[in-house]
């Protein structure tokens, strides 16, 4: 119970709801990454390699840059294979109980996605001008226009997908960190009344037998001017 309610996710050893899983707004851009990603590498993997009519080895699309296509292909798989990875994470979530081991894959998500949202960046920026200069004699069937035009364009929407996610997990951590602060601090009132220790009535006239309280009494009841007199039979 020490996850209860912390980093976004309810008590752990609760029952999975997929319909509820879906509605989350990060299960829902995880899935809009995962389908960008698939799109940008089907693109350049497909359509991103062409040639002239006079040769036959094929350049890459993008101002015949290598490097370009490259890029794009590796940034598709691996934005795919993460995006799978956050949905699985996602699923196993709320069986987590521990507040660290949750504090810990949120700021992962925080890191991570931040991380993609930059790459994406960086990408559609590289895309965008590589395609900006490629010459016309590279490609005079205009072939596979499209597929790079949409796989700089699914760039481009990446870096808020991403983004949103980072945004999403960082709203998480804050509630999180609210949590456990509430958790650790909040004591309840009628458990606090019942552990105070009870006071006695009159305990200033009650104290030790070496203080000056229990003195003065014993001195009062003994006094053989108000007290017991001994008589001689």
């Excluded at 700089?152 to 990446?158: A, G, K, P, R």
Aim: glycine letters at 12%; charged letters at 15%; a negative charge.
């Amino acid at each position: 119970m020490e996850g209860m309610q912390a980093y976004g996710a309810g008590k752990a050893g609760g029952a999975f709801d997929p319909v509820t899983f879906l509605q989350q707004p990060q299960t829902i851009l995880r899935i809009v990454s995962w389908l960008f990603s698939i799109v940008i590498f089907g693109c350049i993997a497909n359509e991103g390699y062409i040639n002239r009519p006079s040769e036959v080895e094929e350049y890459c699309i993008f101002n015949r840059n290598q490097n370009a296509c490259n890029y794009g292909v590796f940034m598709g798989s691996m934005a795919f294979l993460c995006c799978v990875a956050f949905l699985a994470l996602d699923v196993y979530f709320p069986q987590i109980s521990s507040v660290k081991d949750r504090k810990k894959a949120v700021l992962a998500d925080i890191g991570i996605s931040a991380f993609w949202s930059f790459m994406w960046f960086v990408g559609f920026c590289f895309l965008a001008n590589q395609w900006q200069v490629t010459k016309q004699e590279d490609n005079p069937l205009r072939e596979g226009g499209d597929a790079a035009r949409a796989a700089i364009t699914f760039s481009f929407f990446s870096i808020f997908t991403w983004a949103g996610q980072s945004f999403l997990a960082f709203q998480r951590y804050k509630l999180g960190a609210d949590s456990a602060l509430f958790s650790h601090e909040y004591t309840d009132p009628s458990q606090d009344a019942a552990g105070a220790p009870y006071t006695s009535f009159g305990g200033d006239d009650l104290e030790s037998p070496g203080g000056g309280g229990g003195q003065a009494n014993s001195d009062g009841a003994f006094d053989g001017s108000g007290g017991y007199q001994r008589q001689d039979y």
